[in-house]
């Protein structure tokens, strides 16, 4: 007896013996046919009488007896036959309860899934030709009335069905389910704004494995993805405009989000007053001057000259409403405008929606505040390089030992200025002092630290100290600054001196002889009359405010014409590198080398800065170049006398003869009056040996140096005093004068012009 697609099948005769049984009626229940055949039917029954009673029905459930004594429940079917002799017969068709039930249940779920249209349902074949579905698949006309047999690309725009089969084809070959994939959706006769479908595809396979098809669930998801786009653009304007501190910078950006972001074109117009960092208000006219300061996407056909924007351009957000789909939104920040964004959209885009306006408007008022940032940035920018610059010295000086040339660049960053400085600083003895130095911190409190610690330092060079001493000294101030800075200065940001780095560098012009000493601060560059560079042997001392611990000096011998380069560490750690110092001062020193420095000393020093910040600048630069000029030996005159009274007529004599060669005859006479009383007071309260010299530049100096440490001073003598004048003399002679000490004692100094001034009566 042949098995019935797998059901289990009995042949029962009229007796109701059983006189078939299907392999499949073995499997079912264990029994091979020699033990059923021949036996009653009723003898299979588990209850056995009380079960025979149903096998009258046509169809019905029973329990049966199994091989191993269980008992099984099954769904079963009678169908009468007829013998060939006229007898009874009965075909028993049998199966599993639970199976018949689960099969119950995928019709009703199969037919009401088909029934339903909330959520679309699609057959396809393995050709990807639609066999079923269960809605019209999308709300737009155009599409067959009956959908069996096409294909998507015969009513779908073709980028639209290549991309939804694609997916589909994708399922069939890997057998791997697709899960909420995003698909835009367009027919061929309404190609406007797509629809967005979110599809969900499973390959369907028979029992045996062959390939069926693949069906496709699908919803509308329009809506969310706007909202998800909506969120995604403000998002990214939110964290692209409150990246800069520039007002350039944070327009572009904002433009650069809207595009594609709302639209095919965005115009960003700003308050011209934004960009000097001042509050924009409307003229007395009500309108208010704006720059086009960042556009995205190619200018429409309705694109209009820029001019100042009026009362209704700066209030509430509004959408065009005729013409080509386009809408603007004030920048408005702290109760002030700042100037109007507008987006627009091409015909084919389709026109915007109140959220849409409502998503501008956000992201305008986001923008805005960015923008006043920037602004307020840029005010206090511009006040820390102007102070900065207010506390520094001209960019290019002359003086007798040395031509120099600066370069400060800022940086740009969102800390704002530093605290670099530099400094050059006249001498006696036509000497020079160099300076550059570093605080630690930006902004307005950085170039206020700078400004104490500069006027600080001019103040300690006044006194002629080695250049040791004046750090041992600075570094005595900067940590008395700690220690008088209040709470509230640290809680407001006030930059901390003891950050603070310096280098102090004394050039003599007559000996020719160069001492430095360094706080923390990288040496000095030397490049010699041939381009070779070295960096001077300093060894640094500790940071200013550090305290407790020595500084050295370090002394070199220059050539004429040699150039001393000062600089601070935001040359040395930007540009190629990386941070790296003793990278830096192998570049700077490259650069110094190839460098034009017998030429514009102020060019080359523009050129050395832009190739080393080429990368961006992380911290303030400042560069000082020194040319160095030597004062010919021509030009000095120096003697040596004992401590004898009867010695100061022969220095007369011999400073009149030193004068007359120089032709100076026009100040021989104050020249002798200044030494007699230098070097009578010499003589009377240091002993000797005395040594007297004189130093042509671009003024006459005359200089008296005894073994005695102790300092002059000026006082007013009285009518009946016999002495005491001799200072007061010299002052009222000279333009000015001064004293330092010396490691062998003191230098009592004095300077003249080379043109005395004329007489007045």
Known sequence: MPNIDGVAAALVDGDGRVVGWTSAAEHLLGLPADQVTGRPAADLLADGAGDARALGRRTGAVRLRTGDGASLEVAYQVLPLAGEHGEVRALVLATPADTVARRRQDEAFTRELFLQDRLGLAFFDTDLRLLRTNTHLLPYTGL??????????????????????????????????????????????????????????????????????????FGDVTELHRYRRRADVLHRATAAVGGSLSVVGTAEDLAGVLVPGLGGRAEVDIAEAVFTGDEPAPGADGLLAVRRTATA???????????????????????????PPSMSAP??????????????????????????????????????????????????????????????????????????????????????????????????????????????????????????????VRTLADLDLEPDELLVHLDDLVSQLVVEGSEEE??????????????????????????????????????????????LPVNPGPPLGVGGLPFETAECALRAGSVLALYTDGLIEGGGSGGDLD????????????????????????????????????????????????????????????????????????????????????????????????????????????????IRSSVLTCEVSDPSSTQPRMRRARLTDEGGRGLYLVAQLTERWGSRYTRNGKTIWAEQPLEPPPLSW
């Open 297 to 323: 996407g190619p200018p429409g056909p309705d694109a209009r000259p820029l001019g100042p924007l009026g009362p209704e351009h700066l209030g509430r957000p509004a959408a065009a409403t005729t013409g």
């Open 583 to 694: 990278e830096g001062m192998a570049q700077l020193a490259a650069r110094l080398g190839e460098a034009d420095l017998g030429g514009d000393l102020a060019a080359a020093g523009r050129a050395i800065v832009a190739e080393m910040s080429t990368a961006g600048l992380s911290d303030d630069v400042t560069l000082l170049l020194a040319r160095l000029h030597p004062v010919p030996a021509a030009d000095t005159a120096v003697w040596t006398i004992d401590a004898d009274p009867s010695a100061v007529a022969g220095v007369r004599e011999a400073a009149t003869r030193a004068l007359e060669g120089w032709g100076l005859d026009a100040l021989v006479f104050t020249t002798e009056l200044v030494l007699s009383e230098l070097v009578t007071n010499a003589i009377r309260y240091a002993g000797g040996p005395v040594m007297v010299r004189l």
């Open 331 to 456: 920048l408005h920040a702290r109760g002030g405008p700042l100037g109007r964004v507008t987006v627009r959209r091409g015909e084919d885009e389709g026109p915007y929606e109140d959220e849409d306006l409502e998503l501008l408007r956000e992201i305008a008022a986001r923008a805005a505040l960015a923008l006043d940032n920037a602004r307020r940035y840029t005010r206090e920018h511009r006040a820390a390089v102007g102070l900065q610059r207010s506390l520094l010295p001209p960019a290019e000086t002359v003086v007798p030992a040395a031509t120099t040339a600066s370069v400060y660049r800022p940086t740009d960053t969102a800390t704002g200025v530093g605290g670099d400085w530099f400094d050059v600083i006249p001498l006696s003895g036509a000497r020079v002092a160099l300076v550059a130095g570093d605080v630690v911190g930006h902004g307005l409190q950085a170039s206020a630290t700078m400004g104490r610690l500069r006027t600080a």
């Open 144 to 217: 067959p009335t009956h959908l069996a047999g096409h294909r998507l690309g015969d009513f779908l725009q073709p980028a639209d069905a290549a991309a939804a089969e694609a997916v589909l084809r994708g399922v069939l070959v890997s057998g791997e389910p697709v899960v909420r994939a995003e698909l835009p959706i367009r027919t061929l006769d309404d190609p406007g704004p797509a629809v967005v479908m979110e599809v969900q595809a499973f390959r369907l396979q028979a029992p045996d494995g062959t390939l069926i098809g693949v069906t496709a669930l």
């Open 490 to 535: 640290r809680e407001r940001g006030v930059a901390d001196p003891s950050g603070a780095t310096c280098v102090y560098a004394v050039y003599d012009p007559v000996s020719g002889i160069c001492q430095a000493a360094s706080a923390g601060h990288p040496p000095p560059a030397l490049v010699h009359p041939g381009g070779r560079v070295e960096y």
